[in-house]
């Protein structure tokens, strides 16, 4: 919780090569909806998007268990993410919903946990780099499991 093991640097590196802040008023996020199943895998784990566009992204849990048990979430990484380090520090941060507090700056995107039943939503602008970014579900086991896919940014 207290050690922050970025350097100064990171984040406006991360702010960067990360999120497009500018776009016409006029255009309406692309919703994508996926679905987290109880065998712990999106439905969805390849998203193609064009630099800079604007996403939002539905993720429902399907399940019957209870949220303590089962719940998903949307994790979007930066490139330069390390990946295992922020599932194994996400896993253990069960007060801020798995995710890690001292890996923030790597998160370009992220929607709260869904317990079943529940759909959350996050709106963002696809990173404007193009390239593959990683998203991942931080429920403790999950990615591990399998529950990741990739935002392909042509
Ligand atoms: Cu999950």
Avoid: W
């Avoid at 006029?26 to 065998?39: I, Q, S, Y």
């Avoid at 089962?70 to 801020?96: Q, S, W, Y």
């Avoid at 991942?136 to 999950?142: A, D, L, T, V």
């Amino acid at each position: 919780m207290f050690k922050h093991s970025l350097p100064k640097l990171a984040l406006p590196l991360v702010l960067a090569c990360g999120v497009a802040l500018v776009a016409p008023a006029f255009a309406a996020p692309r919703v994508v909806k996926l679905k987290g199943t109880d065998n712990m895998q999106y439905d969805v784990k390849r998203i193609e998007a064009k630099a800079g566009e604007e996403l939002e992204i539905q993720l429902t849990t399907v399940s019957s268990m209870s949220k303590a048990e089962m719940a998903h979430n949307f994790i979007l990484l930066a490139k330069n993410a390390p990946v295992d380090a922020f599932v194994m520090e996400g896993a253990m941060a069960r007060a801020t919903d798995y995710v890690p507090a001292g890996k923030k700056s790597f998160i370009l995107a992220n929607t709260t946990l869904a317990g079943g039943g529940e759909t959350v939503k996050v709106v963002f602008k696809a990173p404007t780099e193009p390239g593959e970014y990683t998203y991942i579900c931080s429920f403790p086991g999950h990615y591990m499991a399998g529950m990741k896919g990739v935002l392909v940014v042509k």
